[in-house]
C-alpha cells in the first residue's frame, strides 16, 4: 500500500479526503446502503456454541501427539482456551484466585494432582506454574500432557526461562476470513503463490467490494466480537478490550503507568499502522518522551497486540532501509483506538490504505506458521524512497514471493512497478509477485506477477 511514503500521522491530525485513485477503485460504486455482504456470509451459519475451526488445529494436534507440553501463545480472546480444552481432560483457570490459589502455595503439588492432559489457562497469573512443568517434563516422560495458555510473551519477566527444551510455542492469532468460512484445509496462499501458476490462485466466486473489504477489517478476528455482535455492540466490546487492555492487563503485569498516556500512544501507532515512521515522530505526536515510548512500545509488543516487520535486505540490492514497519495485530483495534465507521476510513485514503494493509498481514501471518516453507516475513523500502514493497516472505534457498496491497479496483501495471524491478535484480530468486487489490478479477500484469482479489487469500 505503501504507508511509508505516506508519513506518520498524529491523532489530532486532519482528515484527507480521498484521492482521485481511491475514488475510482469503488467507494461511489460499492458503499450502497444495506450492502451486508460479509455479515451475509460470514455470520449466519455461526452460533454461539458452534465451534470454527482453526488454522492450528492440525498443527496442534500433531506436536501434541508427540510431545510433552506445548504452550498456546496469542494476544486475549483470540480463542486459545477455546481450541485448547478440546485437547485436555483437565482445566485450570489460572487467572481465578480460587483454582490459581493452590498453584501460587505450591505448584508442583497442585500439578501433580491432576489428571493429564491438563489445561493451564492465563499461565501468567502463576508464573511459577512454568517451573512446575519443567519439572513434571524432566521427571516422566510421555507425549500430550500439558497445555498452557497465555496473552503475553512467555519469558518477558524470567532471566532464565525454564520452558527451553520442554515447552514449544504454538503462536494463535485472531480468527482469519478463512476460518470464518470454514476453508481451513488446502495450501496456504504465500505457497500458492510461489507455484506463479493462475490455476493455483483462484478467488470466490462472490467477492467482495471495497465496502465488504473494510467491513471485515473494521470486524475483526477476536471471534467473540466478529461472530457473535455487530454494529454499536460490536463497537462497544472492541472499546471495552481496548480500555482492559491499556489499564487492567499492563497494570497487572507490570504496574502502574499513566493509561492516558498510554492511549495517546496507542491512538498514534494504530494512526501509523502500517508504517515505518520514525520513532522519535511517533512519541512527538503522542506527547511524551523517548524513554516512555520505548517502554510502552516493548509492553504493547509483550503483549502480542503489536508487531514490528523486519526489514528485509540483500547483497543484490543496495541503499535499502533497516527500519521495521510496525502493525497492530488486528485492524479492529484501530478501529477501537480511533472510534472508526466505515464512513470515517472512506473519507481518508491515507487510513483506508493502513487498514487494508494491516487487514492482509492479519489474514496471512497465522499461515506463516503453518506453511510447509515456514516463510519469514519482512517489508522493503529503498532510502531513497524510490522503491517499496509491502511484503516479501523470504522462503528456503533464499527464495521469495512479494506483494503489493492497492486500494483499487483495477489495478494496472504501475502498481506492479516495485515487483517488476524486484523480479529483474533478484532474477530466479523472485518467484512471483502479487497486486492484491479490491475488484472481482484476478489477472496477469507482467511476468510472474499477477493481480488478484484479496479475497485471493482465502479462495
Not at 137 to 142: A, H, I, N, Q, Y
Not at 253 to 269: A, N
Not at 426 to 441: C, I, K, Q, S, Y
Request: with cysteine; hydrophobic share 40%.
Amino acid at each position: 500500500m505503501g504507508a511509508t511514503e505516506r508519513g506518520a500521522a498524529s491523532p489530532d491530525a486532519n482528515r484527507a479526503k480521498p484521492d482521485r485513485q481511491t475514488r475510482e477503485s469503488g467507494i461511489d460504486v460499492c458503499a450502497k446502503p444495506g450492502v451486508e455482504w460479509p455479515r451475509k456470509r460470514y455470520r449466519a451459519s455461526v452460533t454461539a456454541v458452534d465451534y470454527i475451526p482453526r488454522l492450528a488445529d492440525t498443527r496442534l494436534e500433531e506436536l501434541f501427539a508427540e510431545l510433552p507440553a506445548l504452550m498456546m501463545v496469542g494476544p486475549r480472546a483470540t480463542g486459545k482456551t477455546t481450541t485448547a480444552r478440546r485437547h485436555a481432560r483437565t482445566i485450570v483457570r489460572l487467572d481465578s484466585e480460587a483454582e490459581g490459589g493452590a498453584f501460587r502455595a505450591d505448584p508442583d503439588v497442585a500439578l501433580r494432582a491432576l489428571a493429564t492432559p491438563v489445561l493451564l489457562d492465563e499461565w501468567q497469573a502463576v508464573p511459577g506454574v512454568l517451573g512446575a512443568v519443567k519439572r513434571a517434563v524432566d521427571e516422566e516422560s510421555g507425549a500430550g500432557r500439558f497445555l498452557l495458555t497465555g496473552s503475553v510473551r512467555a519469558d518477558l519477566n524470567t532471566q532464565t526461562w525454564p520452558g527451553t527444551g520442554r515447552l514449544v510455542r504454538v503462536p494463535m492469532y485472531g480468527l482469519t476470513v478463512r476460518e470464518m468460512a470454514g476453508r481451513t484445509a488446502g495450501e496456504p496462499f504465500l505457497d500458492r503463490l510461489a507455484r506463479a501458476d493462475m490455476d493455483a490462485l483462484g478467488a470466490p466466486a462472490d467477492p467482495p467490494d471495497l465496502l465488504g473489504y473494510v467491513e471485515l477489517a473494521l470486524r475483526g478476528g477476536f471471534p467473540e466480537a466478529a461472530l457473535q455482535l455487530a454494529g454499536a455492540n460490536r463497537r462497544a466490546w472492541l472499546e471495552g478490550y481496548l480500555e482492559q487492555l491499556l489499564t487492567r492487563d499492563v497494570e497487572t503485569l507490570y504496574g502502574h503507568r499513566d493509561p492516558h498516556l498510554m492511549r495517546r500512544y496507542f491512538e498514534t501507532l494504530a494512526l501509523n499502522s502500517a508504517g515505518m515512521a520514525e520513532s522519535k515522530t511517533l512519541y512527538e505526536a503522542a506527547g511524551i518522551d523517548r524513554k516512555t515510548a520505548i517502554g510502552y512500545e516493548r509492553l504493547l509488543t509483550n503483549l502480542l497486540v503489536l508487531e514490528t516487520m523486519p526489514a528485509w535486505t540483500s547483497n543484490r540490492l543496495s541503499r535499502l532501509v533497516k527500519s521495521g514497519k510496525r502493525y497492530l495485530v488486528d485492524p479492529s483495534l484501530i478501529a477501537a483506538a480511533l472510534r472508526l465507521d466505515q464512513a470515517t476510513v472512506f473519507r481518508d485514503s491515507d487510513l483506508l490504505g493502513r487498514v487494508l494493509e494491516t487487514f492482509v498481514v492479519a489474514q496471512i501471518r497465522p499461515e506463516v506458521e503453518l506453511s510447509p516453507s515456514r516463510p519469514r516475513l519482512h517489508h522493503l523500502r529503498a532510502r531513497d524512497g524510490g522503491h517499496e514493497v509491502d511484503l516479501i516472505a523470504e522462503l528456503p534457498a533464499s527464495s521469495l514471493v512479494a506483494i503489493e496491497v492497492k486500494a483499487t479496483a483495477a489495478p494496472t501495471a504501475s502498481d506492479a512497478r516495485h515487483l517488476v524491478w524486484m523480479r529483474e535484480r533478484l532474477e530466479e530468486r523472485f518467484l512471483a509477485g502479487a497486486v492484491l487489490h479490491t475488484g472481482p478479477r484476478p489477472f496477469q500484469l507482467a511476468e510472474r506477477i499477477f493481480a488478484l482479489p484479496i479475497c485471493t487469500l482465502w479462495g
